[in-house]
Every structure is written in C-alpha cells, then in structure tokens.
C-alpha cells in the first residue's frame, strides 16, 4: 500500500522553509505543497478571513487525498487551528507548539529572554506567548509585529545586502539590542529568509525557525504510524506536488530559490472554488 500523503500549506512561499526541512527529513514521501501567493500575505487579515482561507486551502488539500496536514503558516497556526481541527477529521500540525517548546528548552538554560517575530494577527493572537507562559511564567517575554518581512520573503528581497530587507529589520529590532534575547522565534515562515540580518542585528541569540521545529514534529509522528511501519509501504506515483493560487511559472521559478533545487512545474488552483464542503 502507498505511503499516505501529508498536505503542506502556507499563505505563499515562506511555508516551503517547512516543507524544505520535511522533504529531507522523510526523503520518500508524498507530499503536496499549496502556496496561496494570489492572497498573501495573511497576517494583516480579520481572523474571520483568515479561517475562510485556511478552510479552503484545506479543502483544496483533501482533494488531491492529503490524509494530514501540516499547516507551514504562523499565522494560521496561530489563528485558524482550532476551527480546523473542529472541521475535519483529520490530524494537523501547526508551528506555534514546536517552536515555543524549543525555545524555552535554549532560554531555560539561559537567562530565559525570549523575542518572538511574527506578523500582525500573530503577534495580536498571542499565540507563542501564551504557549511560552504555559511551560515557564518566568520567562522574560518581548514581542514584535514584522509585516514587511512577509512581502520582502515573498519578492527575494531577503538577503544580507538589501537595503529594503535591512532597513525593515532595523526598525523592528534594535530596540531589542539591549534586551539580548537568548532566543528569537521566528514565528512566520517567511521570517527564516532574513535569518542573516537578524544575526547582524541581534548576534548572540539563537534563531528558532518555527517551520523546522514543526517539520519534526511531523516527520517524528509519520516514522511512528503504523503505515510508516508496513513493509510493504511504498510511495504514491507522485512524490512531491506544487500548486498555488497564483501564477504557476512564477511559484515554480520562486520556490526553486527556497528550496535550493529546481522545481520542474507548479499547477494554479482557483482557491476560492473551495469556499464550501463537498
């Protein structure tokens, strides 16, 4: 029997920074990316529209027989992940857990200084917060709202040497320079993509990508599963597609940059057909 296909999804690019860490960490499995790079970036988004949307790109999911879902977005990790788990009967993961537990594992055995980044509706839910509190009350706790990080992702305009990138990141941070977090979270998956320049910035703090940390969440409990486990388990025909609800060249030439390998195509998928259950 074929390895079952676990559903990958993200506002647009920045969720491949998961799917990145997945692909090597379970080298032959099914997986099915979906970027909705027409509607990003979600963060500035109501919750209502934020649950609409990841409940379509959901249905979009379980139509190309995804039986899981990881959902490689801080924001509707953050937002959308109960609604989910209370509209489909299947399992998912989100960032916001992986990343808190593995920052306070680094800040506990520090001086417990912990940033999160995140985008507006992020940083608004109080998502990482509230699961960092839960494991230390102790925690010394800052936050920060990075919008521009998103678009900059989303355009390659990331890297150390961008003077847009660099500026951006200037403004959100050196307020916290003297704050010396032990760790910053980096609770968008986009984020990751100006990891340099945040360690230009913040040198002595380690960066926690929320998309890796839940990425091994997630390979840790398909090795577990019994289907895992069969020894006749084999891949599906596909191991690997792209779709995107924007235009397909684009997403494919894009995510080749993320992933650091050539994508052969992505398919556009008219999302928003997925607003109902069928």
């Known amino acids: ?12 690019l920045g969720g491949l920074t998961g799917f990145r860490k997945l692909r090597e960490l379970l080298p032959d499995h099914p997986l099915v990316y979906f970027g909705d790079t027409a509607r990003v970036p979600y963060g500035t988004k109501s919750n209502d ?3 609409r949307f990841a409940k379509q790109d959901v249905r979009f999911l379980l139509s190309q027989s995804a039986s899981s879902v990881f959902i490689a977005c801080g924001t509707v990790s953050s937002v959308a992940l109960d609604d989910l788990r209370a509209t489909f009967g299947i399992p998912f993961t989100g960032v916001v857990e992986p990343a808190a537990r593995e920052a306070f594992r680094i800040a506990s055995s520090k001086e417990g200084k912990v940033l999160i ?27 920060k709202a990075c919008p521009l ?12 040497g961008d003077r847009a990138a660099e500026a951006a990141a200037h403004s959100y941070l050196d307020e916290f320079v003297d ?7 980096l609770g968008c998956t986009h984020f990751p993509l100006l990891s340099d320049i945040i360690s230009d910035i913040l040198p002595d703090s380690a ?7 839940a990425a091994k969440e997630v390979a840790a409990a398909v090795s577990k599963s019994p289907s895992r486990r069969r020894k006749n388990a084999s891949p599906s025909c596909v191991k690997e597609a792209f779709f995107t609800s924007g235009d397909a060249n684009t997403f494919a030439s ?16 008219h ?6 259950d069928t």
């Not at 990482?128 to 706790?141: A, C, F, N, P």
């Not at 960066?207 to 940390?213: D, F, P, Q, V, Y």
């Not at 894009?254 to 998928?269: C, N, Q, T, W």
């Not at 999302?271 to 109902?276: A, K, P």
């Open 1 to 12: 029997m074929p390895l079952p296909v676990i559903g990958v999804f993200d506002s647009g």
């Open 49 to 51: 529209t934020i649950v």
């Open 117 to 143: 980044l995140g985008t507006d509706a992020t940083i608004r839910s109080r998502s990482y917060e509230s699961k960092l509190i839960t494991l230390d009350r102790g925690l010394s706790i800052r936050k």
């Open 149 to 160: 990080f998103v678009p900059l992702a989303e355009n390659l305009h990331a890297g150390r």
């Open 179 to 185: 704050f010396r977090p032990d760790v910053i979270i």
């Open 207 to 213: 960066l926690i990508s929320a998309g890796e940390e």
């Open 254 to 269: 894009d995510a080749s940059v993320y992933l650091g390998r050539k994508i052969e195509k992505a398919e556009h998928v």
């Open 271 to 276: 999302i928003e057909s997925f607003e109902e």
